[in-house]
């Protein structure tokens, strides 16, 4: 499986950003895609996922009411819009895809990832 990213840059906060992934390679019957975030000198962590084939979309604390997951079935590409941004949004986001039904939000159960791209807001 390859994960593109894409879509990241500097915005000033406030300010909104949607990031893409697509994905090619083989499928899964059953998978979660989602984003993780990395900020300087911090470990990765859980932003959103979404149940592929379900729709069901979970969300960290920290992002929810702002940044909404959603797909494109046909280009098998995942969006994260992100509204009102914030200086502690700055990271480099991560795609990537899980194919176990334990522990979505936990970065280990993921065993695909795409090459990350920047988001940084500016206060």
């Known amino acids: 499986v390859q994960l593109q990213a894409y879509g990241g840059g500097l915005v000033q906060t406030g300010d909104s950003l949607t990031l893409s992934c697509a994905a090619s390679?083989?499928?899964?019957?059953?998978?979660?895609m989602g984003w993780f975030r990395q900020a300087p000198g911090k470990e990765r962590e859980f932003v959103a996922t979404?149940?592929?084939?379900?729709?069901?979309?979970y969300y960290a604390d920290s992002v929810k009411g702002r940044f909404t997951i959603s797909k494109n079935n046909n280009k098998n590409t995942l969006y994260l819009q992100m509204n009102s941004l914030k200086p502690e949004d700055t990271a480099v986001y991560y795609c990537?895809?899980?194919?176990?039904?334990?522990?979505?939000?936990?970065?280990?159960?993921?065993?695909?990832w795409g090459q990350g791209t920047l988001v940084t807001v500016s206060s």
């Open positions: 979404m149940n592929w084939n379900e729709g069901i979309t």
């Open positions: 990537a895809i899980s194919t176990r039904s334990y522990d979505r939000m936990k970065a280990y159960t993921y065993d695909y």
């Open positions: 390679g083989r499928t899964f019957s059953s998978f979660h």
